[in-house]
């Protein structure tokens, strides 16, 4: 059995195929969040992740975005800044016209589905390491759901929207951290020909050159979310922090 993570993979459900050949029946896969949206199947992967029980999901701003509009009463100004915030400012029209076209049925198992994703997922145990999942974020050492926070804005915006760099100082201590979020490409170069995860190799607490195995944040966006021909899946083995691109 092995634990793997991929995060952002936004619609693109050929690179999720992929991923998804080379897995044993016994694996695990954390999705660090934002599995709609942007790519030329924007509902698809969400529809897959929630079907395959070897899949874990953590809610990605994105989600959080779709429940927002999907809670609101239609015609309510909470509903159309809902809308303009996910459908005008962030590419979800599409994802919003498959999930219309969806059985009612459908459409409240994937309602019921997001509304139940944790924020985070600490203190995940692989061999003798220690992780902290999240969409952007770590923040709490205790696993969170939106209810949990009683659907707080500001605290689940902190998970989900908030950003920070590998470099930055953590709170979490003997954890490592495992995001998305912010595509590789921000610190690798947007004309880079092959993507890699990103970690606190420059961090001036430790050294230049820091091998991954030692980092303690690991950023897996492999930019699937932008137009970049370097755009890949970053699926990150955390048995051995090994990955490998789809």
């Not at 991929?6 to 050949?21: C, E, P, R, S």
């Not at 199947?41 to 029980?53: F, H, K, Q, T």
Request: charged share 25%; with cysteine.
């Amino acid at each position: 059995m092995k634990t793997y993570c991929i995060a952002d993979v936004h619609g693109h459900l050929d690179n999720l195929y992929l991923f998804v050949k080379t897995l044993e029946k016994d694996d695990r896969v954390f999705v660090l969040g934002d599995a709609i949206d942007k790519g030329p199947v924007p509902l698809g992967c969400l529809e897959y992740i929630m079907e395959d029980p070897r899949f874990t999901m953590l809610l990605g701003n994105h989600e959080y975005m779709m429940f927002n509009l999907l809670s609101a009463e239609p015609g309510s100004y909470s509903y159309n800044e809902a809308f303009e915030m996910w459908v005008d400012w962030n590419e979800g029209g599409d994802t919003l016209d498959a999930y219309n076209d969806l059985p009612k049925y459908k459409q409240q198992r994937i309602y019921d589905y997001i509304k139940r994703l944790p924020l985070n997922i600490p203190n995940v145990k692989v061999g003798d390491r220690i992780f902290y999942l999240a969409h952007s974020c770590p923040h709490s050492d205790i696993k969170l759901t939106m209810a949990d926070v009683e659907y707080s804005d500001v605290i689940i915006g902190s998970y989900v929207w908030d950003r920070m760099t590998p470099w930055d100082k953590l709170e979490i201590d003997n954890q490592i951290v495992v995001a998305g979020h912010t595509f590789v490409q921000e610190y690798l170069g947007y004309d880079v020909e092959t993507v890699e995860p990103v970690y606190d190799r420059k961090q001036t607490t430790g050294t230049r050159n820091q091998s991954i195995k030692d980092a303690h944040y690991i950023d897996i966006d492999g930019g699937l979310a932008t137009p970049f021909e370097s755009a890949k899946l970053i699926a990150l083995c955390l048995d051995d922090l090994t990955y490998k691109l789809y």
